[in-house]
């Protein structure tokens, strides 16, 4: 068995890209880390089993990729409330109870996902955006794992089917089969119009965080498409249109002096780390905005309601005003 010190240089390079693809598979940033935990624990202990017939890296998605089947065959998909029910272009609407019971796809941040990094960004953002992993949670958990690591990971057939322990003929199956369910499901209207450059996502993003900690409907109008899409897990009720978003926001959530927001990265998007005024100055944890881009406006703002997300974006705890 390997020293600790021995297994780690080998192995820990992986351990961003793993837990992407964990990620992706799961739909938790929580549950991942786990999965990649134990991805780790089990190659350790079997590392003077590892014969150096496949790659380390090959070796290591194999046991990930098992891992993760295994776990999912206990857990149901994690879907957004777009998946869910048709939205309302009404921000008057009686907005639905919160569904706790619901395990909701989570964000994941760059940092822990390693697209934060130059070198690899362009290369790893699509395989993480949001709209990409709530669609592969419409297929069933085999599908996911062919299409992961045909289409994203690129590795070959045969490489796939040793991981899964299957043939040629059932990953070419499943891959078609998962392709076919990814394009019945269809992309956004907005999907195909290319993400702006940086200096235009710095620009949304610094705009958004004006707008929203001023609650300033009408600087929020100029930032987001005719379009515009808001959910906000773990509330079901979703809206579309300019004109609902606006109206939801500046009528039940923005007031002056009610949030603080931060910038942070996740999924490959721009986001924000959301804390709520609770009185005597003091703001406590209550959330992370993942911001979807098209061209030059704000296409969706998912709004994930989780106190619980904060501290993984690393900023826990209440905060003094800033």
């Not at 020293?3 to 739909?27: I, K, N, Q, V, W």
């Not at 290369?123 to 949001?130: D, K, P, S, T, Y």
């Not at 979703?238 to 009610?258: E, I, K």
């Not at 709520?276 to 704000?298: F, K, M, N, Q, S």
Request: proline letters at 7%; hydrophobic letters at 45%; a neutral charge.
């Amino acid at each position: 068995m390997p020293s600790d010190t021995e297994f780690a240089a080998l192995a820990e390079p992986f351990r961003p890209e793993l837990l992407a693809h964990c990620y992706r598979m799961l739909g938790s940033v929580h549950d991942a880390e786990d999965l990649v935990q134990e991805t780790y624990l089990r190659a350790w202990r079997g590392f003077d089993r590892f014969e150096g017939r496949s790659s380390l890296r090959r070796w290591l998605y194999k046991i990930a990729t098992m891992a993760c089947l295994t776990a999912l065959e206990k857990r149901s998909r994690r879907p957004l409330p777009s998946g869910l029910g048709a939205p309302s272009d009404d921000h008057r609407v009686a907005v639905a109870a919160r569904e706790p019971s619901v395990a909701w796809l989570q964000p994941a941040p760059d940092a822990l996902l390693g697209v934060d990094d130059p070198a690899v960004v362009a290369g790893r953002r699509a395989g993480v955006r949001l709209a990409f992993v709530a669609a592969l949670h419409l297929l069933s958990a085999r599908q996911r794992a062919v299409l992961t690591l045909r289409d994203v990971l690129a590795f070959r057939t045969a490489e796939v089917a040793a991981m899964l322990d299957t043939t040629t003929a059932a990953v070419d199956s499943a891959l078609r089969r998962a392709r076919a369910r990814l394009a019945e499901a269809g992309p956004p209207a907005w999907d195909d119009l290319a993400e702006p450059e940086e200096a235009t996502r710095r620009a949304l993003l610094d705009g958004y965080v004006d707008a929203f900690s001023r609650a300033d409907a009408d600087a929020l109008v100029r930032l987001l498409r005719a379009d515009v899409e808001l959910e906000m897990p773990p509330t079901p009720t979703w809206f579309t249109g300019r004109r609902a978003v606006v109206g939801f926001l500046s009528a039940r959530v923005m007031s002056a002096n009610r949030w603080r927001v931060r910038p942070t990265a996740a999924n490959g998007q721009p986001a924000l780390i959301v804390h709520r005024h609770t009185g005597g100055g003091r703001h406590e944890p209550y959330g992370v905005h993942v911001l979807t881009l098209a061209g030059d406006r704000i296409a969706r703002i998912t709004a994930f309601n989780d106190p619980g997300l904060v501290p993984v974006f690393g900023a826990a705890g209440p905060v003094d005003p800033w």
